[in-house]
C-alpha cells in the first residue's frame, strides 16, 4: 500500500479525489477488518461531508483518510472508551489539540481503532471490543496498546494510523506486525487542553507508518513549542550529518530477562548493516538500574491509575469493583491506593537521575541499538490475561496492608509480559525519541523490530539513520 504523502499528491494532481480515496478506504476497511478487529469505530458520513466542506487543496495531505486512537485521542462528539466498559457511553466534549492539528494538516478522520484497556497491556484485547488479531498471523497478537492502529496499517486499510505510547505502545506493535513506530521525545508532540502530562510525561501521542517520509513529515508537521505544556522543547532542524555516527549496541534485556536468538540476530544483522554504511558501532549501554526504574515505572502507573479511578467513582457516584474492569486494571488500581506522597516523588527522581546518565551515553554515542522486542509476536492462544493466577493477585492485593507487597505484586503480574517487551520503557521515562524499525523477519516470515534510541531532541539523526536503512526494511 502507498504511503500517505503518495496518495495526498495524487489527489493534488488530480489523479484521485479525495473523495474517491475515501470512498477506497471504506471498503478496505469493511472488507479487511471483520477478520482483523482493529477498527472499532468509524464516522464515514461525517467523514464525507467534511471532504466535501472543508477547504483542503491547500493543506498538506488534502483529504487524506486516518483513524484515531480510542485512548486518549478526543474529538468532539465522537465516543472515547479508552477500550473500557465504564467508558462505553463516554462522548467527547472536546477536541485535544493534537486532533486539531492533524485537522488542520488535511486529514479527515474516519474511525477509531482498537486500544488496550487504559493502555496498561502490550497487547491490545479488551472487554468492550476484543481481540486485536495481526495480520501477518492471524493467530498472533498485533501487540498493544496500539495493536488498532498497527494493524490497521498492517492490514492495507489506511496508510497510517495516530497511535500513542506510554512504554513501548506504538514500538511493540510496529515491531510485531511490521510497521514503523516512532515515540517522539518528550515535549515534542501537541497535549491538552485538559491533559497535560500523561503519565507524567511518559506517554506520547504520535503515529504507525508504513514509510520513513511519511514518519518524517508527520513529525516536523506535528512538532510544537508549547509553552503552557509542563514540558517544552525547541523545535527539531533537520542537521547535516557531517561525521560517521557511532552507534552502541546491545541485545541485553534491561531487566535481565531471557531474550530470543531471533531478537538478537534482529541487531547483529543491523549491526552488520550500519557497518557497512560507515558507521562505527560498539557493543555498549548506558549504565542504569534496569529493574529499579521498571519498579519506579509501575508505582507511577500505579498512583496515575489510583487518581484516574477516583474521578471516576467522583462522576459515577458510586465505588467501582472488580466487575468494572480486567482484573490487571483492578490489581494496577489497589497497588496505587495507598501509595505516599515521598515514595512517588522518589519514583519521578529515579527518571531524571536515569535521562542524565543518558545524556552523558550519548555524549558519546548518537545512537544506541536494540531489539525492539525480546521475541516475535506471541500466539493468541498462549498469551493473555492468566485469569486464574491474576484472580488470586487480585484477592492478594485486596488483602494485604504493605504497599510493598501490593507493588511487588504488580511486578509479578507484569512480569511475563515484561520479559517480552522490556526493551521500550526506558525512553518514555528519560523522555529520549525511539523508533522500531522493519528491518527483521524470522524464518517463519514473522517481523521483529529494531529500536534506535536517541539524545533526548534528536528526532533528526533517526530520521537520517532510518533513510539510510529503509531499503533494507521488510517489503
Known amino acids: 500500500m502507498e504511503d500517505a504523502l503518495y496518495w495526498a499528491k495524487q489527489i493534488q494532481k488530480g489523479a484521485i479525489s479525495a473523495e474517491e480515496l475515501l470512498l477506497e478506504t471504506i471498503k478496505k476497511i469493511e472488507n479487511i477488518n471483520p477478520q482483523l478487529n482493529a477498527v472499532v469505530r468509524t464516522r464515514y458520513d461525517k467523514a464525507l461531508y467534511e471532504i466535501q466542506t472543508r477547504p483542503l487543496s491547500k493543506t498538506m495531505y488534502k483529504g487524506v483518510p486516518i483513524l484515531l486512537k480510542d485512548l486518549g485521542q478526543n474529538l468532539k462528539g465522537e465516543l ?36 488496550a484497556e487504559f493502555g496498561f497491556t502490550n497487547f491490545t484485547d479488551n472487554m468492550l471490543y476484543g481481540t486485536t488479531r495481526n495480520p501477518v498471523d492471524m493467530t498472533r497478537h498485533a501487540g498493544g496498546s496500539s495493536g488498532g492502529a498497527a494493524s490497521a496499517v498492517a492490514g492495507d486499510m489506511i496508510p497510517l494510523a495516530l497511535a500513542s505510547d506510554g512504554g513501548g505502545s506504538i514500538r511493540i506493535p510496529a515491531s510485531w506486525t511490521g510497521t514503523i513506530g516512532l515515540k517522539p521525545s518528550r515535549g515534542r508532540i501537541p497535549v491538552g487542553p485538559f491533559s497535560y502530562r500523561g503519565w507524567q510525561g511518559a506517554s506520547i ?6 514509510s520513513v517520509r511519511d514518519t518524517k513529515d508527520l513529525f516536523y508537521a506535528l512538532q510544537t513549542e508549547q509553552w503552557e505544556s509542563p514540558f517544552t522543547l525547541p523545535l527539531n532542524k533537520e542537521l547535516p550529518m557531517i561525521k560517521p555516527l557511532k552507534i552502541a549496541y546491545s541485545t541485553k534485556s534491561p531487566v535481565g530477562t531471557p531474550v530470543s536468538d531471533a531478537a538478537k540476530n534482529a541487531v547483529y544483522y543491523t549491526v552488520q548493516m550500519l557497518k557497512e554504511l560507515g558507521c562505527i558501532v560498539e557493543e555498549a549501554t548506558p549504565k ?34 472488580r466487575e468494572d474492569m480486567n482484573i490487571m486494571a483492578w490489581i494496577i488500581y489497589q497497588s496505587g491506593k495507598d ?7 522518589k519514583a519521578l527522581s529515579c527518571w531524571d537521575s536515569a535521562a542524565a ?7 558519546e554515542y548518537d545512537v544506541f541499538l ?23 493477585m487480585a484477592n492478594d492485593v485486596e488483602s494485604t496492608t504493605s504497599t510493598k507487597r501490593k507493588l511487588d505484586i504488580v511486578w509479578e503480574m507484569f512480569l511475563k509480559g515484561l520479559t517480552l ?55
Open 288 to 321: 542504569l538500574d534496569g529493574i529499579g526504574l521498571m519498579q519506579s515505572y509501575y508505582m507511577m502507573n500505579s498512583a496515575e491509575t489510583a487518581a484516574m479511578f477516583c474521578d471516576m467513582e467522583m462522576s459515577l457516584k458510586r465505588p467501582l469493583t
Open 205 to 210: 501521542h504520535f503515529a504507525i507508518t508504513k
Open 421 to 475: 517487551t522490556p526493551f521500550t520503557q526506558q525512553a518514555n521515562l528519560t523522555g529520549q525519541p525511539a523508533i522500531s524499525l522493519p528491518i527483521y523477519q524470522t524464518k517463519n516470515g514473522l517481523p521483529l523490530g529494531v529500536q534506535l534510541t536517541a539524545r533526548k531532541g534528536r528526532e533528526d539523526i533517526l530520521f537520517a539513520l532510518s533513510e539510510q536503512l529503509e531499503p533494507y526494511f521488510l517489503s
Open 370 to 392: 536494540q531489539p525492539s522486542t525480546a521475541d516475535v509476536a506471541p500466539k493468541l492462544t498462549e498469551y493473555g490475561i492468566q485469569h486464574k493466577l491474576f484472580e488470586k
Open 339 to 345: 501509595l505516599l506522597a515521598s515514595d512517588y516523588t
Open 357 to 363: 546518565v543518558v545524556t552523558d551515553f550519548h555524549e
Open 80 to 115: 472515547n472508551t479508552c477500550g473500557s466498559s465504564l467508558l462505553q457511553n463516554n462522548v467527547s466534549n472536546h477536541t485535544d489539540n493534537l486532533v486539531k492539528k492533524i485537522e488542520e494538516l488535511g486529514f479527515i478522520v474516519i474511525g477509531q481503532t482498537n486500544a
